[in-house]
């Protein structure tokens, strides 16, 4: 299950310390390992010293939470983030918003958007200003009738049974589908959830004339988090995010996780 190793990209800014908040949170549930990572450029040796001044108000932050601390060089946040989930054998990234973006929503900034679309692990965006509960309320899948999404199903409904959370699909109906095909959808993914794990999965299809509207016609619960499956573009074992995706993430109110492909 996602966050036996979760690593957060921290900096000293708001984002960083809920993405922080958020990566402990999560694996204060699961029992999983935390590392904290900050990513400074190389040839800066002022901004290496930075990003160990930034891990130690980390460390004050989470206080006696086990976590380990790196600061690593690399010419990009996100790239660095990268490489190290592949190199430590992490299965979750989690970063925050960027600066300046509305209170209760996503801002991609530019780490979250290199990992968006290169990560060979799962990624978790925080909201701005997001401040996580003691215990997840429930999970989310977006559903869409295709490979990807299907296997996730699969893989979203053992985390939700592990969790002891409810599990709900949920798909778009932008007034471009016709309605009656993608519930008949909905029930066979429901169906998958069922006799792969026991689970019984709410299905609920959210109306709007845009994903912005739909988003905001639906409940969404304290402690929900939103799971995105990648597109069918993405390379093996990559995350990429597509154009609804990437809506639905920038009107999320909750925290988004994406699957790279080819998750198990």
Request: charged share 20%; with cysteine; net charge negative.
């Amino acid at each position: 299950m996602i966050g036996e190793h979760v690593i957060v990209g921290y900096t000293g800014e708001p984002g960083g310390r809920e993405a922080l908040a958020l990566g402990a949170a999560i694996t204060r549930v699961t029992g999983g390992e935390l590392t904290v990572a900050t990513i400074y450029p190389p040839g800066s040796p002022g901004l290496a010293v930075e990003a160990q001044a930034n891990l130690a108000h980390a460390a004050e932050e989470l206080g006696d939470a086990p976590a380990g601390y790196l600061a690593y060089e690399s010419r990009g946040s996100g790239r660095g983030l990268a490489v190290l989930a592949s190199r430590m054998r992490a299965d979750l990234v989690v970063v925050g918003s960027a600066g300046g973006g509305q209170h209760g929503r996503i801002a991609v900034g530019t780490t979250a958007d290199h990992l968006l679309h290169l990560s060979p692990e799962a990624v978790m965006v925080a909201p701005a200003q997001y401040a996580p509960p003691e215990e997840p309320g429930r999970l989310t899948l977006a559903y869409v009738h295709r490979p990807q999404c299907d296997a996730a199903v699969e893989r979203v409904a053992q985390a939700a049974l592990r969790l002891g959370v409810p599990l709900r699909l949920i798909t778009f109906d932008l007034r471009t589908e016709d309605q009656s095909r993608l519930r008949d959808d909905l029930a066979l993914a429901v169906r998958l959830a069922w006799e792969s794990t026991g689970i019984e999965a709410e299905a609920e299809v959210a109306e709007g004339h845009d994903v912005a509207a739909a988003m905001a016609g639906v409940e969404w619960l304290p402690g929900e988090l939103l799971v995105c499956a990648a597109s069918e573009d993405a390379q093996p074992h990559r995350v990429f995010l597509g154009e609804l995706a990437m809506k639905m993430l920038r009107a999320s109110p909750c925290p988004v996780t994406v699957l790279p492909r080819g998750f198990s």
